[in-house]
């Protein structure tokens, strides 16, 4: 079982940066590769970023690329989004969610575990 909490999102204007957190429960976050995924109103889920277990491997949405970084910290069980030249198209409701498969995935219906979300709001 793995609980995660997500936190470090806001008011931001466009430009701007934000540096979101995502702080995980139990010993065995270093066997979850982890993602991070956004929900806008009246849109689905959508994939943000994905870091493999050992954090050497990202991908990232077309949307976002060149702009926002995952990273992780195995010792202290969290996972970074580092969200650079924000747009308003970013605003969204920022969740982080966690998967036990060797595979990196983008598809929200693997993941086994989510965060609560954090909102950013992009102003223009």
Do not use: H
Not at 34 to 41: E, I, V, Y
Not at 69 to 74: A, E, H, K, P, V
Not at 79 to 106: F, G, H, I, R, W
């Amino acid at each position: 079982q793995v609980q995660l909490v997500e936190s470090g999102g806001g008011l931001v204007q466009a430009g701007g940066s934000l540096r979101l957190s995502c702080a995980a429960s139990g010993r065995t976050f270093s066997s979850y590769s982890m993602g991070w995924f956004r929900q806008a109103p009246g849109k689905e889920r959508e994939f943000v970023a994905a870091l493999s277990r050992s954090g050497r491997t990202t991908y990232y949405a077309d949307s976002v690329k060149g702009r926002f970084t995952i990273s992780r910290d195995n010792a202290k069980n969290t996972v970074y989004l580092q969200m650079n030249s924000l747009k308003p198209e970013d605003t969204a409701v920022y969740y982080c969610a966690a998967e036990s498969s060797v595979v990196m995935t983008t598809t929200p219906g693997e993941y086994d575990y989510w965060g609560q979300g954090t909102q950013v709001t992009v102003s223009s």
